[in-house]
């Protein structure tokens, strides 16, 4: 079946721009994740949504960063005023609901380059 | 802060050689233990996870981990690995308090053919 997609694959951004980043989860998954994996670095967590909670937005380096996401489906990121340290591949999983789930389902990922 | 460690950044062997990657987290509650895999120029997949029950999982593979609560770790191994196990492992670590899920910086692994 279809897995967790995300547009654009790649993005070339000026710094001080706006861009926003989108994440189809799979169907039925009620938890979404966001990521951002930096050059040689791990994965940091920014954001979590999850069914009708409010999500967890700890991650979130700076006010600069929001999320979205319209019920138990698509997501979108978005970094305003974009700094050349946004550069980074972003991430979004999906998760089944169920206690015993939490097994991520990740996207290709939406690299962003901003110069 | 709760935090998951990845001692080796870049893991270097030969076919046939075992391995064993080591993975720590520092939070004392009940926790949900993760591996992920991403080969080059695929997504990142679950290798194996540890929820309850035996502290050691199997995996896809061959490989396998083995949940130590007293060392708060959760280390990969592979008795025998192949030029195909090149790739980026990384560690996730759910603590039960919440649903976030946090991932270790990775360890590259070459397998030299």
């Known amino acids: 079946g279809a897995g967790v997609s995300q547009s654009p694959s790649n993005k070339v951004t000026e710094k001080g721009k706006d861009v926003e980043l989108r994440c189809d989860p799979i169907?039925?998954?009620?938890?979404l994740y966001w990521y951002r994996q930096r050059l040689g670095q791990g994965l940091e967590f920014l954001i979590y949504?999850?069914?009708?909670?409010?999500?967890?937005k700890s991650g979130l380096p700076s006010d600069r960063f929001s999320a979205e996401r319209t019920g138990e489906s698509v997501s979108t990121l978005t970094i305003q005023r974009t700094q050349q340290e946004d550069s980074a591949v972003y991430l979004c999983?999906?998760?089944?609901?169920?206690?015993?789930?939490?097994?991520?389902?990740f996207g290709p990922g939406t690299r962003l380059t901003v110069t | 802060a709760q935090s998951v460690s990845q001692h080796n950044h870049h893991v270097i062997l030969s076919e046939a050689a075992s391995l064993e990657l080591g993975c720590n987290y520092s939070?004392?509650?009940?926790?949900?233990l993760f591996w992920y895999v991403q080969y080059p120029g695929q997504h990142l997949q679950l290798l194996l996870k540890?929820?309850?029950?035996?502290?050691l999982v199997k995996g896809i593979k061959g490989f396998e981990a083995e949940f130590i609560k007293s060392k708060f770790s959760f280390n990969l191994r592979k008795p025998s690995v192949q030029w195909s196990d090149t790739a980026e492992y990384f560690c996730?670590?759910?603590?039960?308090?919440?649903?976030?899920?946090?991932f270790g910086k990775g360890t590259r692994l070459h397998i030299l053919p």
């Open positions: 999983a999906s998760s089944h609901p169920g206690p015993l789930s939490y097994e991520q389902y």
């Open positions: 169907s039925g998954h009620t938890a």
């Open positions: 949504f999850q069914g009708n909670s409010a999500p967890d």
């Open positions: 939070y004392g509650g009940t926790v949900n």
């Open positions: 540890y929820f309850s029950g035996d502290p």
């Open positions: 996730a670590v759910r603590m039960n308090r919440d649903d976030k899920i946090i």
